[in-house]
């Protein structure tokens, strides 16, 4: 039953539409008792021989009747109680979307897709029972046990009744006993599926390699194995649930049993009449569903109790992230001041970046490069406020970025990585998903700076075309420069170019950088790369090694200090050169043939 105190400030909140639905199911349950008394009075009518055509009439008007106001007042209560459970389930689905908005990148390091889909469906479907079945089940089910012993002892013997329900306690001793059991064993079945719904993911998303790679079989051994755990569990699970049934069964047999040996000696012996035996036998009748309905109870309220806990785990984690709710909500033109003095990812003992200094004033382009692994990336996810647990500080136009909303501070970053998101929505929307209301002319505008507006044109349906599932239609190439065209529209006061020109060619790559060094004269670029040809026209050139700044320059100051820079210019020039000679020998071939 903590289930139900978990979620008291719930039913609290919505009190009102609860005790609506309450005060009809008692008044259903008044309706239900009525009828095994008519019932017992028209046996002795009958047995007495004295029945007429008005008494006939009356006992079946009478049942009738309270029969259509039990269904009326039942539909009532149920669509009220029903309604509340879809109110508490699109109230944790907000609380749980919201929090996913909210977490850090470490989060979701942390955390498998497949297991907070998990969360968001099977677990909050499993909680959302509770404040439906549940509570239907737990209070019909007490109010009809309640409302039915009265009954007895009102209208058949306060002896039979109290022999009758003698063995219910042994219900109630079985529940105790099996309930800590039952809930160990739902919480492993919904970590079972979890882990089986992150395969699923996985699997699906990475379905290309797999086949690519020839990897079927193992991939569906492994999916295989995965579905054998699981069903394992929920053996298990079913073992334990499966017993309460029979045990209902049972404690109900028995008292059968006792209204049928005693209830009959009371009869012989004229205490009772046979018509209140029929009413006690009926009563016993309405005790079978509570028994049972108990018995559902126990599986909804322990399988909602390890999904809530599992839920609220969720909920209680803490981003590292710390917006200041107080901070600016505006950011003006300005200055990019960086001074990282150390930081470590969380978990890691190991120097990322140290002693990191760079000035960026408005309208200038940075250029970053260095080895794999040298700390361009996480300088940039550190730009990005991805992380904030480093000493030192990043400003822009003159405040600490930590002092910004994170949404006023996003809202000027266009960010471009080499693998990018793309929504299953058409070419225009997902240029335009910044922010929807951009027209058809700022879109195409966005488009031809990124070089993809006559791509655009020679698709099926132009801007209408759908890209499919991550973008599945479109080339590498094409992908990076949608997603630059995404970028730009809004007009960044910092673009972010991370390694995202790698996947388009090297005239492709020459004609976007133009239009930047053209169109963004007033605010800031920084260019992330492997490739030279992407920085060498940048005002200022950084070379990363070992999370420090190695070289600094502009491109013919670097040439001129015969560094990793210059080695590595020099061997992309000559890998150029020789591809070109490649590609001019096989012209030549064609045109011999």
Known sequence: MTIFGKLMWFFKEHKRLYMLGLTFLFLTEISQMVSPALIGRFTDVIVSRQMTMHQLFFYAGSILLFSVLMYIFRYTWITHIFQGSALLEKTLRQQLFDHYLKMDTTFYQRRRTGDLMAHATNDLSAVQRVASGGVLMLVDSIVIIIFTVISMILVVD?????????????????????SPKMRRAFTSSQEAFSRLSNKSQESIAGIKAIKTLGQEKQDVDAFDEEIQKTIQINKKVAAIDSLFGPMATLVMTISYVVMITYGGSLVVNDSISIGQLVSFSTYLGLLVWPMFGLGQLFNVLERGNASY??????????SSIIEDEQGYDSISHGDVAIQINQFKYPDDQSEVLKDI????????????????GSGKTTLIKLLLRQFDGYTGQISFAGKNIKDYKLSAYHRVIGYVAQENFLFSTTVRDNIRFADINKSQEEVEKAAKMAALHEDIQNFPEGYDTQVGEHGVSLSGGQKQRLAIARALIIDPEILI???????????????ILHTLK???QEKTTITVAHRISSVMNANEIVVFDHGEIAERGRHEELIAQHGWYAQMYEQQQLATTLQQNLEGEGDDDDREK
């Open 309 to 318: 806990m599992r839920v609220q785990e969720i909920l209680s984690e803490k």
């Open 497 to 511: 170019l991370d390694d995202a020109l790698s996947a388009v060619d090297a005239r492709t790559e020459k004609q």
């Open 518 to 520: 053209t169109t963004r």
């Open 158 to 178: 306060w002896r039979l009744t109290l022999i009758g329900v003698l063995p219910l306690p042994l219900l109630a001793a079985g529940v105790w006993y099996l």
């Open 357 to 372: 200094s760079l000035n960026i004033r408005a309208g200038e382009t940075v250029g970053i490069v260095g080895r794999v």
